[in-house]
Structure formats: C-alpha cells, structure tokens
C-alpha cells in the first residue's frame, strides 16, 4: 500500500512516498501549492496520507488529501506507540515527535538521542522503553548568523557555504568559525549530558544542516553510536500510518 508523508519545515518541504515500510521517493521542494499536490497525486498512486507541518495554513493541501486518499490528521493527540510526556502535548513540533518515532522505527529498544539540524536545532531524546519527556530548542547555523548581522552594527552576513573548516583570520572567517564550532561544542556538550542519564545512548543527525556535523561527529569520540538519517522525520510519519 503507498503512503504520501509530507514534512513541511521552515524552510522546505520534503515530500515522499512509501510502500509500506520501504521508502521508493522522495523530493525536497521549495513550497509545495495545491496544484503542485494535485500533479503529484496524478503521478502517483496514492492510498494513505499524512502531513507533519511547522506552519499554519495547510488546510487547503489537507482538503486535496481528503479528496483523493484515507487521510490521517497527524498530533500529538493521535495514538502511536511513545508514551509521550511532553506537558504542553498542543504546542509540541510535530517535526520533533515524527523524529522519535522515527527514531523508534529504527532503533528499537534502545536510547535515542535525535538531533535535528534544520532552522531551528531541537534536541530529544526517547528511552528505551518508548518514554519521550521533552528536549531542548535552539538557534540553527543560519539563524546565527542573521542574528550577529541585524543586531549588530557592522557584522556583515556571512553565507554558511563560504565556511572552509579553517580558523577564522577575519570577521567573516571569524563569524562562521564562532556558529559552526560554537554549534559543534553545544552538541557535544548535549551528547554528554545525555550519555550521563543513559549508560547506552544511539545519536542520530537529521535535518538540512546535519552535513556540517556528519563528518567532525564521526571523527570525535562519538562515532560509535552516530547515524545520519536525513529522512528520520519522513520516516516517522510513515511509521505513524502504519500503526493506525
């Protein structure tokens, strides 16, 4: 049975079809409009639907949805195998609970520690008994670097591609060499602090900037219990139709 799961971020959106559990393709979009669904819809074969989104607004993609598949509402209030601890459950990312699920999918039966590298960096982790409590949120690379330009006075704003790996030796080097090993040291920093609550831990990166960490990660002391998984997130969204 094909599956369409669509992850809309902040930035882009991912869009993907499964058979089953099997991911057969997927398509990173800028902005996914009502009649770019329809096209892709007319294309494919579809069955069942699910969409994860951090914005507003969807209503008119899930009406097309509803139209043409068995359409599955996705929240933190659908029934899915995490025992989901989150105090405010309304306001949690629904990127964030598709990523330990998602980690759950492919990790079963160990501690899981997701970090997504997207707008935003969440951090969460879910233990291996299925108990998700929460995690923690903060700046991503890009957001940084915006940050240091419009509130300062003479910072320039420096593209995240220009970063070579070297010492900064001027204020834009400098910049980048402040958010990309500034970054770096928080997530090991998080990766400690978690590997001291659970005695065997599983890291696994996603996101659009998880490239950046993939490589120094795996260098580090860490590379034992990393994985990069780019399509975590679509990966637990399909696991959610598969369990209703």
Do not use: W
């Not at 507003?56 to 989901?84: H, K, M, P, W």
């Amino acid at each position: 049975m094909s599956h369409l799961v669509i992850d809309i971020g902040n930035s882009r959106t991912k869009i993907a079809i499964f058979d089953d559990h099997k991911l057969v393709k997927n398509d990173v979009l800028e902005d996914l409009t009502e009649e770019k669904l329809r096209d892709y819809l007319k294309e494919n074969s579809i069955q069942q639907s699910i969409i994860s989104s951090v914005r507003d607004g969807i209503e008119r993609l899930e009406n097309v949805l509803i139209e043409q598949t068995v359409y599955i509402r996705f929240s933190a209030a659908l029934n899915t195998n995490i025992n989901n601890q989150y105090k405010s459950p309304e306001t949690l990312g629904l990127d964030r609970l598709a990523g330990v699920i998602g980690a759950k999918a492919l990790y079963p039966g160990e501690n899981c520690l997701v970090i997504d590298l997207g707008t935003c960096i969440t951090y969460d982790a879910i233990d291996n008994d299925n108990v998700y409590k929460g995690g923690s949120i903060s700046p991503g690379l890009n957001m940084r670097l915006r940050a240091m330009h419009e509130l300062t006075g003479r910072l320039p704003l420096i593209p995240l591609d220009d970063f070579d790996g070297s010492e900064g030796n001027n204020t834009g080097t400098s910049m980048l060499s402040g958010v990309v090993n500034g970054t770096f040291l928080e997530m090991a920093g998080f990766i400690e602090q978690y590997r001291a609550q659970y005695s065997e831990l599983r890291v696994i990166l996603c996101g659009g900037d998880a490239n950046f960490f993939d490589t120094r990660l795996k260098n580090s002391i860490f590379a034992h219990t990393l994985k990069t998984e780019p399509d975590l997130v679509l990966i637990g969204l399909n696991e959610v139709i598969n369990q209703q």
